[in-house]
């Protein structure tokens, strides 16, 4: 099975992501067993699983996110692509088969309740029309015109934590986030302002799908 590609081809771009979606990678993660996947999120759930409202704490919601952009995060953290001390010790000790399992688990739980619906003007134009001067695409091109997320490893936006999504999308502006495959993210969020950054966070927080 080849899920990692050969370092040599991702030297160029170092650091970013040793994950290829070769069609043997795709179906591993599509054949992840759910009911097994269970078991192992057990001790996830107590930072991923569903915090009141208002809760501050930036730990990502991981239930209705797409299985394959689950995957390539955990294998990222895992081999060091994308930085975390607390993802990296727990991924050390689980194998590609929990990893797609536990991605499975997730991408088939429903979404906690979103936060109130929020309007911004401006979120909303970079969303939905991005902006040319910038040379920056619309969001919804690539993430889902209701930020469910596309394939194969475009997550989706719509009900997860503002504060997360603040968090991640300074950490690309700033590089301390590098996993993502030809920089797409980081060449989009260091075109917008901290501002823009908290609007379209709190923006996708209150989507629903
Ligand atoms: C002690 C708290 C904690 C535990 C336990 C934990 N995580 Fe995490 N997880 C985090 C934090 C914090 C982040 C965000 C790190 C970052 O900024 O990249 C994260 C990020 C993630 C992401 C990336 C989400 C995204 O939208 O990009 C995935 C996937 C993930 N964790 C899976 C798991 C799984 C599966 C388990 C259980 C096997 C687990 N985590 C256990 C704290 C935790
Ligand atoms: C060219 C396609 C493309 C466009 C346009 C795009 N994104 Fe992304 N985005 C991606 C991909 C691919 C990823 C996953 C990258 C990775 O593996 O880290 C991603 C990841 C993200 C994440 C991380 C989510 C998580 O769970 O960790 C956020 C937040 C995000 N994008 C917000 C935005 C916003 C806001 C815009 C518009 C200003 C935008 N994106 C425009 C392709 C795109």
Same mark, same amino acid.
């Given at each position: 099975?080849?899920?990692?590609?050969?370092?040599?081809?991702?030297?160029?771009?170092?650091?970013?992501?040793?994950?290829?979606?070769?069609?043997?990678?795709?179906?591993?993660?599509?054949?992840?067993?759910?009911?097994?996947?269970?078991?192992?999120?057990?001790?996830?759930?107590?930072?991923?699983?569903?915090?009141?409202?208002?809760?501050?704490?930036?730990?990502?919601?991981?239930?209705?996110?797409?299985?394959?952009?689950?995957?390539?995060?955990?294998?990222?953290?895992?081999?060091?692509?994308?930085?975390?001390?607390?993802?990296?010790?727990?991924?050390?000790? *689980?194998?590609?088969?929990?990893?797609?399992?536990?991605?499975?688990?997730?991408?088939?739980?429903?979404?906690?309740?979103?936060?109130?619906?929020?309007?911004?003007?401006?979120?909303?134009?970079?969303?939905?029309?991005?902006?040319?001067?910038?040379?920056?695409?619309?969001?919804?091109?690539?993430?889902?015109?209701?930020?469910?997320?596309?394939?194969?490893?475009?997550?989706?936006?719509?009900?997860?934590?503002?504060?997360? *999504?603040?968090?991640?999308?300074?950490?690309?502006?700033?590089?301390?986030?590098?996993?993502? *495959?030809?920089?797409?993210?980081?060449?989009?969020?260091?075109?917008?302002?901290?501002?823009?950054?908290?609007?379209?966070?709190?923006?996708?927080?209150?989507?629903?799908?």
């Amino acid at each position: 099975m080849t899920i990692l590609l050969a370092s040599a081809s991702v030297a160029a771009a170092a650091p970013s992501s040793r994950i290829g979606w070769t069609t043997d990678a795709l179906n591993f993660v599509r054949n992840g067993d759910a009911e097994k996947g269970m078991a192992v999120a057990q001790t996830c759930d107590a930072c991923h699983g569903a915090s009141p409202e208002n809760d501050p704490s930036s730990f990502p919601y991981l239930s209705g996110q797409l299985a394959t952009y689950l995957f390539k995060q955990m294998q990222d953290y895992k081999n060091g692509s994308r930085a975390s001390q607390i993802m990296k010790g727990i991924m050390a000790n *689980l194998s590609d088969q929990d990893i797609a399992d536990v991605a499975a688990y997730y991408s088939r739980q429903p979404l906690p309740p979103t936060a109130a619906p929020l309007r911004f003007e401006n979120a909303e134009i970079l969303v939905e029309h991005g902006d040319g001067k910038r040379i920056l695409p619309p969001c919804a091109a690539c993430h889902g015109s209701s930020g469910q997320g596309e394939r194969v490893d475009t997550p989706a936006l719509a009900g997860q934590k503002a504060s997360y *999504l603040e968090q991640t999308l300074l950490a690309y502006q700033s590089d301390a986030r590098a996993n993502d *495959l030809y920089q797409r993210m980081r060449l989009i969020a260091r075109q917008l302002s901290r501002e823009e950054i908290q609007q379209l966070a709190r923006y996708y927080a209150g989507l629903g799908r």
